[in-house]
């Protein structure tokens, strides 16, 4: 098997630069937390100052292999007690340092000290470190049946520009199988943790390379993008909506993906994807939502009590290496939770990352929507972000509300910090938007009033309302004319029927009969068309259309006649005991001519209906 391995080239020389100061780390213990694709660093200091100057900083070095990773840095002095966990979101003073004797490809970082050291004087803190995306799969490309590989690299021994009485390595894998792991002196390897050490007497900048490689199919959840959105609303609630865009970060996924496989052995065939994500909300969040671009995701679940409120959802799909979703969750919180005031100011105070358990987010923003009117805006967080302001349009608003936007890259769970919102409000801007509801209800009822009471009518006498009037006439003729015109082309459907019953029965007494009744209507329909017709001719407000009824008619009446005529074919045929198929030709002629006729009178009536 080969590694493509990231070595760091410049350590080669590092045992000859000199000590930058007269501190020493006397013991030095590390705990790598590999259990999630997210890597935590625990480092414990014992510094001790041997010479006789009073020295304040104390430097951090990490490889820039590494640090181009590295998404958060704390180091707080040993005050808690042995066993408790250390509160990290409060560090002592960090920042990016160079100096002349740092080694290439080494990053710096400053740590001051509470107080300075004098010489004999020792202080015990700890560093954490937290990595994102520096786990690399190896392989690149698996299948659905296959487990995720990753490499970790780091050095065995504690990089550091001073003197090391002692330390000590601990790695914490997930479980599963290990592949393959640097195996030196003092190296141990006992179910999921491998220990390295102790090693004593190590000159500055000691290093060995450190290589893992091991299975690991924690979920590798990365959001390329994070839009959170925390709306304040001084009537109750603060309303938050965040938009995710999802990718699985680990091993890409290669081959064809089998459902059946998937749902019928989810721990062998899909061992690598992940299918849920938690998100941990406020006790009192309410109105939880999940939804994506196509609508409404069923699979999720809200459990809940006192003191949290979990929001388990599943996405669509299962999500392997290389695989994308978007989806958006929102809830409410009430404002008085997070809402508070001090020195004439109102504030809020909430969480700044995002609630998803064990997510990267490559590009986080963080809107805060305040109240319109809202004045002397300024924003308090516990690490560095890129602040800007801008405006949001929203119902009932006159000039927009403003909106505090930050953004942070690179961001991990440890940033779930709080942070704070300052701003000026006035009570009165809270009835802006009830007066303005008030006074539009206002106007709208004195406008009905007004309108009820108001004689908008056409005179009677003006030109527009006599043609409107005659208009009208003009469709009511048309539309009974219509009418008539489809009872005729009903009679001759009647009698097209009962030839075709002639043609099965022979009974030409019965088919007499139904040509007698179909004349004494088709007459009637003819009586009542008349008048119609005299109308619509003496009408100028018909000119338009009176050429296209004309037509209608003229065509109905030529249909009528070749209906009656094929009647009286057909009958006597029959009488003359003519074959079937002898009467077929002798009427296949009118048969055409009936079948083009009935074409037009339908066309025609369609015309007329868009007219």
């Known amino acids: ?18 000590v930058l100061s007269d501190l020493i780390l006397s013991k030095v213990e ?179 390379p450190l290589i893992v490689h091991f299975e690991s199919n924690h979920p590798f959840a990365v959001a390329t993008e994070l839009i959170r959105e925390i709306e304040i609303s001084h009537w109750g609630n603060v309303q938050i909506t965040e938009h995710y865009s999802l990718v699985h970060g680990g091993a890409q996924s290669k081959g064809e993906f089998s459902r059946l496989d998937f749902q019928t052995k989810p721990n062998i065939r899909g061992a690598s994807a992940f299918r849920h994500l938690v998100a941990k909300l406020p006790p009192r969040a309410h109105s939880i939502y999940y939804r994506d671009a196509i609508g409404n995701i069923s699979t999720s679940h809200v459990f809940s009590d006192s003191k949290k409120t979990e929001l388990v959802i599943e996405p669509r799909y299962p999500l392997f290496g290389g695989w994308k979703t978007a989806f958006t969750i929102g809830y409410g919180l009430p404002l008085k939770d997070f809402l508070f005031q001090a020195n004439g100011k109102r504030f809020l105070n909430i969480v700044f990352g995002s609630p998803m358990d064990e997510l990267v987010i490559e590009n986080l923003i963080v809107k805060v929507v305040l109240p319109e009117g809202s004045t002397d805006i300024s924003v308090s967080t516990p690490f560095p972000v890129k602040q800007s302001l801008e405006t949001k349009i929203s119902h009932l608003d006159i000039v927009g509300r403003p909106v505090v936007v930050l953004e942070k890259k690179n961001s991990v769970p440890e940033h779930n910090q709080s942070f704070q919102v300052y701003y000026k409000f006035s009570v009165l801007s809270m009835l802006r938007e009830p007066l303005m509801l008030i006074s539009g209800f206002f106007f709208l009822f004195v406008t009905c009033i007004v309108y009820m009471h108001a004689d908008l009518s056409i005179s009677k006498s003006s030109a527009s309302y006599i043609a409107k009037l005659q208009w009208d006439e003009v469709q009511t003729a048309i539309q009974q ?16 029927a009962c030839l075709r019953d002639l043609s099965r029965t022979g009974d030409v007494q019965a088919c007499k009969a139904a040509r007698k009744t179909a004349d004494g209507l088709l007459k009637e329909l003819s009586k009542d068309l008349k008048p119609l017709l005299v109308f619509l001719q003496t009408s100028p407000t018909a000119s338009q259309i009176l050429p296209k009824v004309e037509e209608l008619v003229a065509k109905e009446r030529e249909l009528q006649d070749k209906l009656m005529a094929k009647y009286s074919t057909v009958v006597d045929c029959f009488e003359k005991k003519v074959s079937g198929s002898d009467i077929e030709k002798k009427v296949a002629q009118q048969q055409q001519k009936i079948t083009a006729l009935r074409q037009d009178v339908d066309e025609l009536l369609e015309i007329i209906d868009e007219i």
């Not at 098997?1 to 000199?18: D, E, N």
């Not at 979101?89 to 970082?109: A, D, K, V």
């Not at 520096?134 to 299948?143: E, K």
């Not at 004319?481 to 097209?496: P, R, V």
Request: charged share 15%; aromatic share 10%.
């Open 30 to 208: 590390r705990r790598v937390d590999l259990t999630s694709h997210i890597v935590r660093i625990l480092t414990t200091l014992k510094v001790e100052n041997v010479g006789s100057d009073l020295v304040s900083e104390l430097l951090l070095a990490y490889p820039e292999v590494q640090s181009k990773y590295l998404a958060f840095l704390s180091a707080v002095p040993d005050k808690a007690a042995k066993g408790k966990p250390h509160d990290f979101s409060t560090s002592l003073p960090l920042q990016p340092t160079t100096t002349p004797e740092t080694p290439h490809g080494l990053s710096l970082y400053s740590v001051s000290l509470p107080q300075a050291l004098s010489q004999g004087k020792t202080f015990t803190l700890h560093v954490l470190a937290v990595f994102a995306r520096v786990l690399q799969p190896f392989p690149q490309q698996i299948t659905q049946a296959d487990v995720q590989l990753v490499v970790f690299q780091d050095s065995v021994y504690y990089i550091s520009p001073y003197h090391v009485n002692a330390q000590s390595l601990t790695l914490k894998l997930p479980g599963g199988r290990i592949e393959s792991y640097t195996n030196m002196d003092k190296t141990k390897a006992d179910g999921s943790e491998i220990k390295y050490g102790p090693y004593e007497d190590l000159p500055p900048f000691s290093y060995t």
């Open 481 to 496: 004319l219509q009418n008539i015109i489809h009872s005729c082309l009903a009679t001759h459907d009647k009698l097209e």
């Open 1 to 18: 098997m080969f590694f493509k391995l990231v070595v760091f080239a410049a350590l080669a020389a590092l045992l000859s630069s000199p």
